[in-house]
């Protein structure tokens, strides 16, 4: 073959590959608009961990911000500032474990304290607590299993309901509740949680949720373990709950925490 058509042939090769590739991205953004999703990336441990082995907190949360940009997600003023947190949970993985977050509200009290103090009722006496959280995911990362029992303040375990707003998410929780759940062990092996396997792993079930669809997950059972992961293309998700006063991880020596250097 010529060296002239050993170019042109190289080149129609070039332009198949570059075609292919073209086409797959595409798929697959579509695929994740179709779930409320976009181009959101991981960019994988060696953008979150500097050369001394420290976790990273502006190189987590600009991956958070230009997740949120390809998602259409506005960002606020107070997701610029430190009520924007982000945490890898001491386990040097932030690829596949961690998260970002912020309560938008947690709130306690006692009816008759509140406000201006004048209410009277019969509930006058009797504590409250409310909670509106916002969890933010790259895709493939997992927020670890974890558990809310009552804690020292007198309030009880704590009750949460979570609503993807863009992307999708597994949730695997330790008993069945919403219905439509199946066994974490009928999942490909690929596909099952970071720590499944292991002995202080609980959840046993799965259930998936989507932007799409708009349904949420209840945590039905109290002081039970959980845990969520997005998908493929991350997610945003906002949390419904009681006051949040206690977490406490499966994994022995896990904190709420970021790795320092070594």
Aim: some cysteine.
């Amino acid at each position: 073959m010529s060296q002239t058509n050993q170019g042109q042939e190289s080149t129609r090769r070039d332009i198949l590959k570059y075609s292919v590739a073209g086409a797959a991205a595409a798929i697959a953004s579509a695929g994740c608009a179709s779930m409320g999703g976009g181009g959101a990336v991981n960019p994988g441990n060696a953008a979150f961990y500097g050369a001394d082995g420290a976790f990273s907190a502006k190189s987590a949360k600009d991956a958070y911000y230009a997740m949120m940009k390809a998602l259409g997600y506005p960002i606020s003023d107070v997701l610029k500032t430190d009520e924007f947190w982000v945490c890898d949970f001491l386990q040097r993985d932030f690829e596949k474990l961690g998260m970002g977050g912020i309560f938008w509200i947690n709130a306690k009290g006692q009816y008759g304290q509140s406000g201006s103090k004048a209410y009277g009722g019969e509930f006058k006496d009797a504590k409250y607590g409310y909670l509106g959280h916002e969890i933010y995911l790259l895709p493939g990362q997992m927020l670890p299993e974890h558990r809310h029992v009552g804690g020292n303040e007198g309030y009880g375990p704590k009750m949460e309901s979570w609503h993807v707003r863009y992307g999708s998410v597994d949730f695997f929780g330790e008993y069945k509740g919403a219905g439509d759940e199946m066994p974490i062990n009928e999942m490909p092996e690929k596909d099952r949680p970071w720590g499944y396997g292991e002995s202080w792993f609980k959840s046993r079930y799965v259930a998936k949720r989507t932007a799409k669809t708009g349904q949420l997950y209840t945590l039905e059972d109290p002081e039970s373990w959980h845990a969520q992961r997005a998908g493929a293309c991350g997610a945003i998700v906002s949390e419904y709950a009681t006051y949040h006063n206690q977490v406490e991880f499966s994994k022995p020596g896990m904190e709420f925490a970021s790795s320092e250097a070594v």
